[in-house]
């Protein structure tokens, strides 16, 4: 049976109309507030780790509709953890807002965090009626450095009952699968110089050179769905010049934790054995968390599918990997749903720079217009409406 399209015995019972109406007429009350929100992250365009107008416009955000705003201690400087509700099950929401260098907002974080800040308000009504506490988690670095696995580790997530965020793409998924990722450094040491003069002397530029063509050699041997990536860092040199170092960056994929143990082994394997052969000495290290597969929760891929619907969208089947995410991480551990919803019309996708363009389209509209504000109300109010039929599921 197609993933997309799993049966889930036993979903909650749908919500009173009181509350469902109280859910969609708070966000539907908020979208300028959420517009503005979205714009601002979006011209501010910070990329990893440096996100702190962003985190700051997105904790206000929360604090104005009523939320408890703390840093997350351990974490990194740019997340944080906004609380509203007193008792029953946790439901989480992750609030991303990192850009991607010289592309600005090509993967609609702004959007998320927007679409989080309207969802968690929205559930924040509600939390004493049907008996939720929510948490609205700002999430930096998700484009690289592993935010959300900085954040595991820091506790961030601890106690919460179910995981939930919503990503702009190219079509409907309330399934979705992603790549493991391990990123590696790699410093070659040798002997500075000219080449010609000490032609014996431990060559760091050759060592790289050696470990390309060792990394080109391992892609064919690589079980399927695996691969390995790479680019080299140094500037810009000269012929008569041996530099003393050469630095070479290195992304190994795979479609399990184990394999992608196995391929960064023998990424590293390779890299060593250049330096051996070049006589350098070769660093290596890992500048981030690995990045574990996505597994998506059946009964809120269902739940998605059921209140997405009512949106007039509908789910397809999950085409399976094609991306990585660092709620992977998150998703080893607890309940959780990274789903795709639309934005556009399937032409442009994340990481293009008409995506960008896209990501910005918050004017209030109709036809075409408008395009990332409708994302930001559709994706709230299915948020707000799945976290909370899977809390009182829970309760």
Partial sequence: ???????VPGLPPQLPGSVRTRITAAIDG??????????AIHAAAEPAFAERESAALTRAALARAGFTVSGVPGGPATSFAAQAGRRGPVIALCAEYDALPGLGHACGHNLIAAAAVGAGAALAQVAGEIGLRVRVIGCPAEES??????????????????????????????????????????RFTGAGGHPARDSAQPDAREARQLAEIALGLLRSRLPAGACVLWACLDQPGAPAIRPAVSDLAVEVRARTPGELRDAGQRARDCLRGAALAAGAQAEIT????????????????????????RTGRACGPDPGPYAITDLGNVSQHLPALHAILALGDGTAGPHEAQFARLAADLEEGTGAGGQARRWILDAAATLALTGARAASGLA
Avoid: C, I
């Avoid at 049976?1 to 049966?7: A, D, E, I, L």
């Avoid at 908020?30 to 714009?39: E, F, N, T």
């Avoid at 450095?145 to 595991?152: D, E, H, N, S």
């Avoid at 190219?170 to 990722?181: D, G, H, I, P, R």
């Fill in 1 to 7: 049976m197609n993933p997309g399209h799993r049966v």
């Fill in 286 to 309: 890992s500048p981030e968390p690995d990045y574990l597969p996505m597994r998506t929760d059946p009964l809120l891929a269902a739940l998605w599918e059921e209140e997405l619907a």
């Fill in 145 to 186: 450095g592993g935010g959300k696995a900085l954040l595991l580790g820091a506790g961030a997530f601890d106690g919460a009952a179910a995981v939930l965020m919503a990503h702009p793409g190219t079509a409907e998924q309330s399934w979705f699968s992603s790549f493991a990722l391990a990123s590696l450094r790699a």
């Fill in 30 to 39: 908020a979208a300028g507030d959420l517009a503005q929100l979205a714009a």
